[in-house]
């Protein structure tokens, strides 16, 4: 099989790497990739995966060069180019894709799509209202005493969402999305959540459209500094299980709103054949959704798929075919943890092409991945290329041994301005 993967990410090169482990994968290509993955080899014949320089984003090209190399399946990381509808293009011209369609990518796409579907069918969230007037916004916020969330409807580079504590803060956060245009159309309309407060935790389920198989637990890390300090990120750092649910719970809080949800699909007509990510706090009152993603979570992916006992690349073609209702989900009794390494700077502005050192030395410890993200080649070195750098990830019996692991390989690798969290997993193990 010819398995073409689009993106660049951590999260890309943990879904390369799993793959490349499938006997059924004789050729891949990464569209862009990162120099990570320009070094993985398929298990089938030792052949490497070649990343091609065309962006995610780009649908002609990449369209063409489907066709032109006959890939069989193609699948799709980031969020960006599923809202541009690069599973409908390619289902147009007869390609075997793996995601979301674009009606079916609004879960991510539109928040106040995910809002309004989660109020009419009975998914718990926190209250909330939608608004494109702003007086009407203001309104409402003075309602709930400034404490709330808001949140520009469209994609805003996971920039978007603004966390209030008081009156004064949520006027602010609404003339600047409504009024001044900060994330321009993407926030011609807002959510404005209550804040909720509790554990907030990521929640995967693989889906074929009728079927959503619930991935085990994991919290991602979204503040830059250690203790959930400084600007929200990307994700500096996840691991998984996350303690905080019992097997029983997990499969409960699952049913309360995967059931509701695929009623919900079936009932509006949404065939969603993905990955659907639902962010989750645990609140006092019982889990409640704060937003749908439709892609796999970064760097969820990487702790994820280092558990992953299952074939990838025979589980995602099950989603597309609307067989998974046949399959287990298989899952390692390890822990896994990753910790993200980034350029000094980020989330802010930052410099890119400092040479690392100290990846081959990391990548042979046991038990051990570097899985790379803003990373490429300048003749033999490995040199920086975007915020997030790498995802040191590495699993053990035990998450403390995991997190332990982990942050050994951290220690090993360097460059200028690199900075992480020292405390991924630490609520889990207090
Ligand atoms: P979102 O992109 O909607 O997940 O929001 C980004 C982050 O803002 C989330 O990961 C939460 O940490 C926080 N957040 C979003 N909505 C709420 C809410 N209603 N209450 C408290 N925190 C929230
Ligand atoms: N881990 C956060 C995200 O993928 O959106």
């Known amino acids: 099989m010819k398995v073409l993967v689009l993106g660049s990410g951590g999260r890309e090169h943990a879904l390369v790497w799993k793959l490349a482990q499938s006997p059924h994968i004789a050729q891949m290509w990464c569209a862009p990739g990162n120099a990570g993955i320009s070094e993985e080899r398929l298990a089938k014949n030792g052949s490497l995966v070649e990343c091609v320089n065309i962006s995610a984003e780009d649908l002609p090209k990449l369209l063409a060069f489907a066709q032109e190399k006959q890939i069989d399946f193609t699948v799709v990381g980031p969020d960006g180019s599923l809202a541009l509808g690069v599973v409908d293009l390619f289902q147009k011209n007869g390609l075997r894709i793996w995601g979301p369609t674009q009606k079916a990518a609004q879960f991510e796409a539109s928040k106040v799509y995910s809002q309004d579907f989660m109020e009419r069918h009975g998914i718990p969230t926190a209250r909330s209202e939608i608004f494109a007037d702003a007086a009407a916004a203001r309104n409402f916020a003075t309602t709930l005493d400034g404490r709330c969330a808001v949140k520009a409807d469209g994609l805003a580079l996971g920039k978007g969402v603004l966390i209030c504590q008081n009156v004064e803060e949520a006027n602010k956060a609404i003339d600047e999305i409504l009024i001044s245009k900060a994330f321009g159309n993407a926030g011609a309309r807002i959510v404005i959540q209550e804040f909720l407060e509790g554990m907030e935790i990521s929640l995967h389920a693989l889906c074929d459209g009728k079927t959503a198989k619930l991935f085990p637990t994991s919290q991602d890390h979204k503040r830059a500094l250690d203790g959930d300090l400084g600007l929200n990120t990307g994700g500096m750092g996840t691991y998984s299980p996350a303690p905080f649910l019992t097997d029983a719970e997990l499969a409960d809080v699952g049913a309360k709103i995967l ?4 009623k919900g699909c079936a009932a509006d007509g949404i065939d969603f054949r993905g990955l659907l990510y639902p ?11 704060i937003e749908f993603n439709a892609r796999f979570g970064d760097p969820e992916t990487q702790v994820y798929l280092t558990r992953l006992e299952n074939d990838l690349v025979e589980l995602l073609s099950a989603s597309v075919d609307g067989t998974l209702g046949n399959m287990e989900l298989r899952w390692s009794r390890t822990a896994s943890v990753c910790v993200v390494m980034a350029s000094g700077g980020y989330p802010g502005s930052y410099a890119k092409g400092k040479p690392i050192s100290g990846l081959a030395e990391a990548g042979a410890l046991p038990n051990t991945k570097i899985f790379h993200a803003g990373t490429a080649k300048a003749g033999d ?6 915020g997030r750098v790498l995802g040191v990830t590495a699993w053990a019996e035990t998450l403390s041994s995991a997190r332990d692991a982990a942050y050994q390989a951290v220690e090993r690798i360097h460059f200028e301005g690199a900075h992480y969290r020292h405390d991924i997993a630490a609520k889990a193990l207090s």
Do not use: A, C, E, S
């Open 279 to 289: 962010g989750v706090m645990l609140t006092k009152d019982g889990p409640k959704v």
């Open 381 to 386: 070195q490995i040199v920086t290329n975007g």
């Open 259 to 262: 059931n509701p949800w695929l």
